[in-house]
Nanobody, 120 residues
Framework: QVQLVESGGGLVQPGGSLTLACVET????????MSWYRQAPGKQRELVAK???????TYADSVKGRFSISRDNDKKMVYLQMNSLQVEDTAVYYC??????????????WGQGTQVTVSS
């Protein structure tokens, strides 16, 4: 069974940086698309960044140029480097592992989330 554990959240001032990390256990990490989502209070969960099993990357428009996603298949880890943080980036950040086989979703696992608070 796939388990995801996030780390690296915390309190940071506007303009600061944080790096989130997510480690996967129990799965075939290199075959999975890995994503970071976030959910702010009173808002829906939204996609922040995605890195496919093949290395393709997409970002939400709101974080382009500020955030960077990467993965280490040997360590089974995915990272989110967040720079120039804004108050609006405050949210719980979730790691997601997703895989489709033969057109069907066979994996959609979530971590427990890590809180990121941007405040002066």
């Amino acid at each position: 069974q796939v388990q995801l554990v996030e780390s690296g959240g915390g309190l940071v001032q506007p303009g600061g940086s944080l790096t989130l990390a997510c480690v996967e256990t129990g799965g075939t990490f290199r075959r999975n698309d890995m994503s970071w989502y976030r959910q702010a209070p009173g808002k829906q969960r939204e996609l922040v960044a995605k890195i496919s099993s093949g290395g393709g990357i997409t970002y939400a428009d709101s974080v382009k140029g500020r955030f960077s996603i990467s993965r280490d298949n040997d360590k089974k880890m995915v990272y989110l480097q967040m720079n120039s943080l804004q108050v609006e980036d405050t949210a719980v950040y979730y790691c997601n592992a997703h895989r489709i086989q033969l057109g069907r979703p066979v994996l959609n696992s979530w971590g427990q989330g890590t809180q990121v608070t941007v405040s002066s």
